[in-house]
């Protein structure tokens, strides 16, 4: 079994060559799960449920957020409705929507998809370790595919992370800091590990936003208005392959295209 997750889909741009690449890429690498991180496909600051359904209808199965989730107010309504996009489970039962979503491959395997958030230098929301374990007590025996975006600042989060789910979990994937790590690898128990899968979107920018308005930020600390940028546009990704009978990695392959 393989499964794709695309880094973090910036804005238009980043919409726009998922939307010309997905379904090559679903064909090429036999993909039986797609899943992406679109918590910043509106402009750059949260998702609303037309660009959710976009993003669905092109062939993505589930779609995870992080923090900028609740930019849009519009979602507050439509996260109950579309158990396919997750927010993240620790944020708790008081806010809308869920944080996993289960459902079946195309190759007919069960699968879960979660999705929790880190809290060095983010909001202090439930503790995203012991979430995890709740949320693994709580998931069918037979479901033995379990992947997790874990979106989170700090890289010793998400190492750490990584080794508490060991063996237990298919892939612990990081994103939120936009800009694509080189330490995938399969750890000793089974899991598929990578700290931040980078991310669709313009990459002539700062993390996705216009440079010279970040910069001019930099420099005189003064409110700014952040814009998407428009130029050089960039798929990153990563391919998971498993043994769905066991739920364990066998390798882990970042992956990345251009647009046209």
Known sequence: MRILFIGDIFASPGRRIVAENLQRIISEEK???????VENAAGGFGVTPAVAQELLSLGLDVLTTGNHV?????IYDYLPRQPRLLRPANYGDAVPGTGIYIGKARNGAPYAVFNLQGRVHLPPIECPFRKAEEILSQLPPEVKVR???????????????????DGRVTAVIGTHTHIATSDARVLPGGTAYLTDCGMTGPYDSVI????????QKFLTQLPARFEASKGMV????VIVTLDDSTGLATAITPYSTNAD
Do not use: C, P, Q, Y
Request: net charge negative.
């Open 31 to 37: 993909i039986d799960l797609a899943v992406a991180n």
């Open 147 to 165: 992947f997790l975006d874990f979106h989170a600042e700090a890289t010793s989060e998400k190492v750490a992370m990584g080794w508490h789910l």
């Open 208 to 215: 996705g936003v216009e440079k010279k308005t970040v910069i």
């Open 70 to 74: 609740w930019d849009k107010r519009e």
């Open 234 to 237: 960039e798929l990153h990704a």
